[in-house]
Structure formats: C-alpha cells, structure tokens
C-alpha cells in the first residue's frame, strides 16, 4: 500500500508542476495566436503571392519586366511594339473608358527603357481590337486595327499613321467595305517598301479575300482589289529572300478540317489566289486554336499553332502546341510535329551561339506528352537568321500555375529551345516581340485578364535598360520577407504528414524508455538510444517526404534567389534545422529534472518538425 500511495503522489504532483508550467506559458501561447491570427487570415484569404510591380529576372539575358502603362482592353493583340532607328520604343494599344467609350493609347520609351511620352489618340472609334503597329519605310508607324464607326456598325478594318512622336499624321481610314464585316487581316512591309494588306470580309468559315498595298510618303493606296473566294485565315510575311509568302485556310472535305494553303507573291501585287496544300488543321466547335503565324530563318519557314480543344463537355480542355517547317524554295506539303515544354519557372540554361543579343537557351527535349503545359497566342518575330516565336506558357510558380511568357526559337527546321521571358505575379499574356538593328530584343506582353484590370509590361535584352531595372530594390526584400511569412503559414496544413514523420520514432523512444528507466539519457546506451531515435525519424521524414529534398528553400517566397545559392540551400537548410533541434535537445538534457529519452527525443522532433513546416511551408503543398 505504502508504495501505490507514493505512486499516486508522484503522479498527482507531476500533473501539478504541468498544470502550474501552462498556466504560466498561457500568457505567451495567447500573444503568439494573436501573432499569428492575422498572418493566418491574411495567407488563407490574401493573394497567393505579394511582389513588387517589377518582374523578377526570368533569363540571364532579359531584364526584369517593367509596367509602362495600364488600362489595357482587348484579348487577342496586347500592345504591338516596335523600335526605330534612334532606339525608341512605340507602342500602341486598345482602352476601354466604359462600354461604349473607346480609344487607343500611344506610349514612346527612350533607350534606357523610361517614358518619354503617353496619350490617347482620340479616335472616334468603337471597341477598338487586334491593333498591328508597322513602321514605315518612310520612317511612320502604320497602326492597322478593327473597329467600327457607331456600336451598330459592321466591324471593319482602319488604318492611319503617326509621326516618329506619336502624332496623328494622317486620320483614320476605312480600308474595308462599309457593308461587309472584316473581323480577321494581316499586314506585311516589302522590300521596296509598300506595305501590303490582306483581309478578308463576310460571315462563316468562306470568305472572301481582298488587298491592298500603301506607298511611302503621303498615303496612296495600289492596287486595291479582291483576289479570292471562300477563303479565311490570312497570314502574310516577308521571307529573307524578299519575297511575300501568303497563308490561307479553305474548308476541307471534313467540317472538322481547315486546309492550310501556301504561295509565294511574285512581284508586289498578287494577281489571285493559287497555292500548294500544306497540310490539315483542326477547326469546328469542339476546337479553339490560335495561329498558325509564320516566322523564318535563312533556310526554312515554320508555322506554329496551338490548339485547345475537349473531348466531351464534361471533359477539361486540352493545349496543345504544334509547328511545322519546310525549305524555303521547296513548299512541299509537311507534316504536324507537337512539343512541349516543362512547367518549371526556373529551367536549366545552357550557353548559345545566337545572332541576337542572348547568349542562353533551354535546350529542347524533343517531343513530350500533351497537356504538360498550356501554350497561347503564339506571335512571330520578323527575324532572318533564326526563327522566334513568342507565346505565353502555363508554369509552376512554386506551388501554383502561373501563365508567362516563353520565347520559342526555330533553326535547321526543328525546335532549338527556348527562354522564360518573364516572370511576374500576374497572369501574363498577348505577347509581341522584335528585334531592333543591333540585334537587342523587345518585348510587351499585358498582365491580368478581362475584365479585370491588365497592364502593359517590357521587357528586354537591351544593356541600358537591364542596368537600371535588374537590382533588388527595398520593395523586393519587403515582399520576400511577408511571402515567406506568409508561406509559413501552410505549412500548418501538413501537420498529418509530421505526424508519420515522428510516429515510428516515438514508438522507439516510449520502448527503449522502458528499458532504461529512471537512469535515462546517460552513458553510452542512453545516448546511443537518443541518436537511434534521431536517425528514425530523420528516416521517416525522407521517406514520407523525399521530394523534400527537391525542393529548394524560399524558393517560391524569393524569387531573386540566385541560382547559385540552390544548391547549397538544398544541403545546407536541412543540416540547419537538425542542428537546432539538437541544440533545443542537448538545453532540455541539461536543464530538466528528468533524463528521459521520451522526452529529450521528443523536443527535437517538435523543434525539427516546426521548423520544417515554416521553412518548407510553399514546398510542402507540392508533395
């Protein structure tokens, strides 16, 4: 009786000193909740990721992406691009004030990538849409666009031009019937420097096609005339050679199937439509497919295109990208290759001899399976000696898709590779991309979806504008910190997952307790337990978590992280955090009143478990 009775004391007085030990702590436990209440609500409801307006670093050749303008309209043309001979940026695009007020805005950056000079042009147009921006052999920017004269008005094609700053040079014209809707047109500049037209007007898949080609100098419009029945899809561009080479679509034998055609303009004014088949594409209600547009390198043109399209109405849809190439010279019918591209924001970059002002690239890997990626709005660079494509991607940012933009490069015919473009917090989209005459890269895309509010990015290889853009400013260490933070707090979502990291190791610690009783941790079997205990849950971790080690510490909360540190942070975070917990393990063997392994093991589990789950909090959703 007498030892129940000091047994029952025992008990009782341990479960005191408890009680006593967390009424004490209770103050500090309620200010960390009201610590962490607000960080909690505001990840949980807050955006998935706060970042600067800045982009961050996307490829060693680009510069960071910067906001040049907002209140962009539209969903199929961004804001065309182009530089001029004194390394001027224009840039042209569509604005919405309400539903039925309508224009378009002219924005001009200096070298160095700064605003020089911003306004509206004033159009009497409405609903503005799928803007092209040319600049003249006569040294004006041509801006061609669809719209309509009244709200009920049949949507036609315009044109005017503007001065090297910005100004109206000559008013809007009417290019199409004022009858006949014109909802598709494509635009070429020769070599002799007339600049070509084609369009298309009438409902349905047939329709018939007309062009036009304006002078240099005062406008005068040649040659205009219809040269094709039945027809759609214009696609016209100046090849290497000089030559015009003309694209269009006609039915095919299936209402499933669009028959890509093919010429090659001889002289300046095509006289009618007669062209080589190329090869079948998708079209009908169950598909929504983009492009084909056309680029070219100094042997070969290709056609890229993407396609979305679902199997039943029940079904996600599937994106797909595809090309084709064939020699210049020798148009014979081609075959449909897809690619695919990986869903990392952060890919490996090897060197690359090119004849643009980028010396890295992301080798391709050849054909891959559909659905990895979602590819969009592909746009061609007028390029000689290497064929460019600009087109936005679905990546993962950390955890979450994010939509950027990707530069696709074209030579001997195949895909060569590619670049990650840009890399923002927005959903990125409606690129275009050109080259200026030292061979430096530019490129607007606009960030953010319809209806909500978009704005209009650059970015680009050119030295000047990366010197001033490229640093880590104060808003990008605020910004990482409070992702972090806030990254910090999913890890809570992960707690079932600690739990089998710890469970096998206290299942060891509670038996291997029993056998060394009050002793405890001391001498070498009570040591060599606590390390035994620390080796089975380390083990347990790796194996219920081993893409753990994939992943690469504030990563997804910092993305200025230089690749060089990835590595090192991969090796060197989880040896951190061990560390800790042994540090917080050998304070409590010191300063507790009992020795016991269940106890010492089980304060370096915690403290190894929490700071896993703030550490590798965004990680841990991926797994």
Sequence with gaps: MPGKVSTATS???????????????????????LGLGPLLVCALM???????????????????????GAEFYGSDSGAPIVVD???????????RFTALEHDLRYLRLDEQGLVEDEHDLNLSLFQPRSVQLVLGSDGLLHVFLLASSEPDAPSGLYHFSLTGDGRLSAESTLLSSETDPCFEYDVAVSLSGLTHVFWTEGAGAERDMYYLALAPGPETVIASRLIGRGVSSPAVATGPDGALHLFWEEPGDDEDIAVLYYMVVAGDVPESLSGLRLLDLPMGRRFFRRGPVVAFDAEYAYLVWTVEYRRDMAAPAISEGWYGSFPLGSPLSISARPFSLPMDEKPMYEPHDSPYSYEYLVPSRGEAEFGSERVTSPSPLASREE????????MFRGASPEHQIVNLVFADGGLLGYQVACNTTHWSRLSNLVVDRDGDLHLSWVDGLEPGPSVVYY??????VRERVDGVTRDDLLFAALNTAFGAVFGVSALPLAIAWVLPALIWAFLADRFLGRQGVVGTKGYAALILAVVIYEASKLYFSAALLAYVPFSASVPFLPAGLHASLRALVPLAIAGVAALGAWVALRRSETRSLLAVSSVFMLIDVFLTLIVYGPGLAML
């Design 459 to 464: 970015a680009t290889t050119a030295q000047a």
């Design 11 to 33: 008990i009782h007085s341990v479960a005191g000193g408890l009680r006593s030990r967390l009424r004490g702590c209770l103050p500090w436990i309620i200010l960390v909740l």
């Design 46 to 68: 807050g955006p998935p990721e706060a970042g600067s307006e800045l982009g961050q670093k996307a490829a060693p050749d680009w510069s960071r992406g910067t906001p040049v």
């Design 85 to 95: 001979d004194e390394r001027r940026v224009h840039l042209v695009w569509a604005l």
């Design 387 to 394: 064929a460019m494509v600009t087109s936005g991607m679905t």
